[in-house]
């Protein structure tokens, strides 16, 4: 956070000023060594009274027992489908700060050359896969099923999300779905080991069609190739069968041993209510998840001719349908690398997609 100092600094500065008895002091860590600060910090006599995690990390400190269970009537200014998100085992552990949610950045000469219609589920890009391949020698995407939790992500768009039904008849036709794709070369072959990062150098090279990213990709493609941009449209991400839409956010925790929880809970309020939101999102490119701030019309009004605005007013109406939200499972980071085992397996033919399945069922089971 520290290139927003000057916003943290004035929002403390106004916080303290409304409320005298109360000191801020702000501590910025770097992101890579946030967790296993964290966890030290916990762990000790005198951690932070409030921290900012993603949700993984908090829901594993939850299951640990190392934070403050907070009072749902303090959610009253929030989200509630994101509220819900936060739950763990019905119980809620921590405060949303800001959200993301992808959208889907194409090409639209390539689009219009192949003459297919803009797809809004995986299913939907499998069947135009082959039509772009033999009328623009472009892939359709390159999906990064390998990195992080994207394919537990893409498998909760199915209802696909346990241990008893990873290996289900609707789990076999997903992962037979990017094998076609993979064996066909209607894909690119990378997609079993490239991450998101790769797949922007091959989008701004013209290579595939479609980018599922961030709002923010948008400006990387406007400075590093200027006339990729100009080829480029904005859509909803896409979806699965239930519909819903994927998210990542940012959380606000309170350890357990923290000496000030209620002026802890009473900054997080005060950081994320309407108006410091509404600076927040107009600052970056993320999105607010108080309720008053999305209703605003940064969120959602566009002009035609500016293709970010109209990034983020699709993303930010992407958070009124994001239900069920992946949740996440003891071991998740184990589980994902499970998951993204069997991807290289089936999509390399080793075995029978169910019979990996039925193995990683077991092993998911186990963790």
Do not use: C
């Amino acid at each position: 956070m520290g290139d927003f100092a000057p916003y943290m600094n004035k929002i403390i500065g106004e916080f303290e000023t409304q409320n005298p008895d109360i000191e801020i002091k702000w501590i910025d860590v770097p992101f890579s060594e946030g967790e296993k600060r964290t966890l030290a910090s916990v762990l000790s006599d005198n951690p932070p009274d409030l921290i900012n995690l993603n949700p993984d990390f908090s829901a594993l400190l939850a299951q640990r027992g190392a934070l403050y269970e907070i009072d749902e009537k303090f959610t009253e200014q929030y989200n509630k489908s994101i509220i819900n998100s936060l739950k763990y085992n019905d119980k809620l552990y921590s405060l949303p700060w800001y959200a993301t949610s992808a959208i889907t950045i194409y090409n639209k000469d390539l689009l219009k050359k192949a003459g297919v219609r803009l797809p809004h589920t995986y299913n939907d890009v499998a069947n135009i896969a082959p039509v772009i391949k033999s009328k623009t020698n472009a892939y359709v995407l390159l999906p990064n099923i390998t990195e992080n939790d994207t394919m537990a992500r893409i498998l909760n768009k199915y209802g696909i999300n346990s241990s008893e039904n990873i290996n289900s008849e609707t789990s076999i036709q997903v992962f037979d779905m990017f094998k076609n794709l993979y064996e066909k070369d209607l894909i690119p072959k990378e997609s079993i080991t490239q991450t998101h990062r790769e797949a922007l150098e091959k989008y701004m090279a013209e290579k595939i069609v479609f980018f599922q990213a961030g709002a923010n990709f948008l400006t990387m493609i406007k400075e590093n190739a200027p006339t990729a941009y100009k080829n480029t449209d904005v859509a909803p991400q896409l979806t699965g069968s239930l519909g819903q839409n994927d998210f990542s956010l940012m959380n606000f925790v309170i350890p357990l041993k923290a000496k000030h929880k209620e002026d802890a809970i009473k900054f997080a309020l005060f950081l994320t209510n309407e108006k410091n939101q509404l600076e927040l999102g107009k600052l970056t490119n993320v999105l607010a998840v108080n309720e008053k701030t999305l209703q605003d019309k940064f969120y959602t009004q566009y002009d035609e001719t500016d293709l970010i605005s109209k990034a983020r007013v699709i993303s930010a109406k992407q958070l009124n349908k994001i239900e069920p939200p992946m949740k996440t499972s003891r071991n998740q980071k184990e589980i994902n690398t499970l998951i993204n085992t069997a991807v290289q397996q089936i999509l390399l033919n080793k075995n029978s997609t169910k019979n990996i399945l039925d193995e990683v069922s077991k092993k998911y089971t186990e963790l």
